[in-house]
């Protein structure tokens, strides 16, 4: 039996997606998805994942590709990966200056499960693999619009 190949998607909730935050730099806007999956996933700690996100970005930029950006850490308690976006189509900015992201994807995944992350993380290559997705989700007003 041959096993389907999900998309990145699958894994994302309406609830967990920000559309057109007023947040202007990338920092804030890791914030901000640290405290939307808070309100989901309560024993998050937001002070751990916040440290363990920006000392990742500080080794390398995480930003892909121009206007896509996927902060991302491997955290201890964790039982299944945990997954923010927020969307802007006038972007924020994040990593080299003058450079602006217009989808920021947050991806928390559990320490004791690496192949998971790198599972999800080329699932969301494939997503965005067309010239067009980040504009198209960039310009989204609802998460709901976003998981459809």
Do not use: Y
């Not at 007023?22 to 808070?38: F, H, M, P, S, Y």
């Not at 994942?49 to 930029?61: I, K």
Request: net charge negative.
């Amino acid at each position: 039996m041959r096993e389907q190949k999900q998309s990145f998607h699958d894994f994302l909730s309406a609830n967990n997606i920000v559309c057109r935050p007023q947040a202007k730099d990338g920092r804030e806007v890791i914030n901000l998805l640290l405290n939307t999956l808070k309100r989901h996933f309560p024993s998050l700690d937001i002070a751990k994942a916040t440290h363990d996100v920006l000392a990742r970005e500080e080794l390398f930029s995480t930003v892909i590709t121009s206007g896509l950006a996927v902060p991302h850490a491997r955290l201890e308690n964790l039982s299944s990966p945990l997954i923010a976006m927020a969307c802007s189509p006038d972007g924020f900015s994040f990593g080299a200056p003058g450079e602006k992201v217009k989808v920021m994807i947050l991806l928390l995944t559990p320490m004791d499960n690496p192949n998971l992350h790198m599972q999800l993380l080329a699932a969301l290559a494939s997503d965005f693999s067309k010239a067009d997705a980040i504009e198209t989700v960039a310009g989204l007003s609802t998460p709901l619009e976003v998981v459809n």
